[in-house]
C-alpha cells in the first residue's frame, strides 16, 4: 500500500490544505452545503475503522471479507443517497477524488501516531488534523458553522493542571488489582518482584509486562477520564499524550465523552481509533492476530485475500450508484492505487 513522501511527516498544515481541497471538489460537483460534507465524510470514515476489526477476523476465517453490519451498510446507503447521481465530471472521481482521498490523507498523517505527532507536528492543533480541517473549514465557509477549538499547546497545559500524575494513578491501580484478596496469584507476582537485581532493569521490564500486567489483568479498574463537552476530543489527546502509548493502548486508561454536536462525537471517535485509543488499538490487534491463526489453519488459496483484506483500510458495503459502481470498488480502488 502507497503511502504520501516522507516530507510531508508530521506537515499537518499541509494535510489540512489537501483535506480540505478533497472536500471542497465534492462540495462544487454536488452544491452540497460544506457542513454537509464534513459530516458525511466523517460518518464514512469512522464507520470504516468502526468495521474493520470485525472483517478482518472473517477475512482470516474465509479467505474474503465479509458483509458490513447492518448499522454500517445503513450509514453508507445513507450517505449514498446525496451522491449517487451524476455529477460534473464521473461519479469515480467524486467518490475517488473526494471522499476516499480525504480518507487517505488522514490515515497516512496521523501513521506517525500520537507520540511522534506531539513532538514533530506542525500545527496549531498538534496532533489533532480533525480540529484543524474543520476550523479551516469554518473561516473558509461563514455559514459552516464558527466553532473553533483549543490549541494543543493549551490542551497540554490543562492536562497537566488537570492530571499531572495519570501515569501514577494507573500505577496504582494496578497495585490494587494485584493486591485484592480474591488474587493470590497477582500478590504473588508482587511480592515476586523484589527478588529481582535492581543493576537489570530489563529483567524488571519483562517481568512487569509477561508476569504482573496478566496477573492484575482479570482484577483491573481503568483509570477513567471524564469531559462533558468533548469537541474535537484534544483535551483527551492530551491526556492520552501523557502516558507511555502502551499504557493508553492496553489501555488501562480509558476516556468516556459526550458532546450535544454529533459531528464532535463523530471527530472524538476518529481521532481515538486512529491512534489507537480507548480499546480500539488492542481490538484491532486482536483481530489481525485471531485472522493469521486462522489463515495458518488454511488452504494456502486463501492466502491473497486475506493479504488484500488485512491491508484493506475501508470495507464498504456494495451499495450502486447510478452507474453501477460500487462504494467499496471506489473506495478499495482508491486506497490500494493510492490516489493522493
Not at 75 to 91: A, D, E, L
Not at 253 to 272: G, H
Request: proline share 7%; with cysteine.
Amino acid at each position: 500500500m502507497k503511502t504520501v513522501k516522507n516530507e510531508h511527516r508530521g506537515d499537518m498544515e499541509w494535510y489540512t490544505d489537501e483535506i480540505i481541497r478533497c472536500l471542497e471538489l465534492i462540495i462544487r460537483r454536488t452544491g452540497q452545503p460544506p457542513g454537509q460534507v464534513f459530516d458525511d465524510w466523517l460518518s464514512i470514515s469512522a464507520a470504516t475503522l468502526r468495521t474493520l476489526p470485525e472483517l478482518i477476523k472473517t477475512a482470516g476465517e474465509t479467505g474474503k471479507l465479509g458483509p458490513d453490519p447492518a448499522s454500517t451498510a445503513e450509514i453508507f446507503r445513507s450517505v449514498g443517497q446525496r451522491y449517487n447521481r451524476t455529477y460534473s465530471g464521473t461519479p469515480e472521481d467524486l467518490w475517488a477524488l473526494g471522499f476516499a482521498k480525504a480518507f487517505r490523507l488522514l490515515l497516512d498523517a496521523t501513521e506517525p501516531g500520537l507520540w511522534l505527532l506531539d513532538d514533530i507536528a506542525n500545527s496549531v492543533f498538534g496532533p489533532d488534523l480533525l480540529a484543524a480541517v474543520y476550523t479551516q473549514m469554518a473561516v473558509r465557509n461563514p455559514k459552516f458553522g464558527g466553532t473553533y477549538f483549543t490549541p494543543w499547546m493549551l490542551a497540554k497545559l490543562n492536562a497537566k493542571l488537570v492530571a499531572d500524575n495519570l501515569e501514577g494513578e494507573v500505577h496504582k491501580h494496578i497495585q490494587q488489582a494485584l493486591a485484592r484478596s480474591d488474587n493470590p496469584l497477582g500478590q504473588m507476582m508482587l511480592l515476586g518482584a523484589f527478588l529481582l537485581s535492581p543493576d537489570k532493569p530489563e529483567e524488571f521490564e519483562e517481568y512487569f509486562f509477561t508476569k504482573v500486567l496478566p496477573a492484575a489483568a482479570p482484577y483491573y479498574e481503568p483509570v477513567t477520564l471524564h469531559e462533558p463537552a468533548v469537541g474535537t476530543g484534544i483535551m483527551m489527546l492530551a491526556m492520552f499524550a501523557q502516558l507511555p502509548p502502551w499504557m493508553a493502548k492496553i489501555p488501562l486508561c480509558v476516556a468516556a465523552c459526550q458532546d450535544v454536536s454529533i459531528t464532535c462525537s463523530l471527530m472524538t471517535e476518529l481521532s481515538f481509533d486512529l491512534f489507537g485509543l480507548n480499546g480500539y488499538g488492542l481490538r484491532l490487534n486482536l483481530a489481525v492476530a485471531e485472522a493469521m491463526a486462522a489463515y495458518r489453519e488454511r488452504p494456502l488459496r486463501v492466502m491473497v485475500p486475506l493479504k488484500e483484506a488485512l491491508q484493506a483500510t475501508a470495507a464498504l458495503p456494495p451499495v450502486l450508484n447510478g452507474n453501477g459502481v460500487t462504494f467499496e470498488k471506489v473506495f478499495r480502488e482508491a486506497i490500494s492505487a493510492g490516489t493522493c
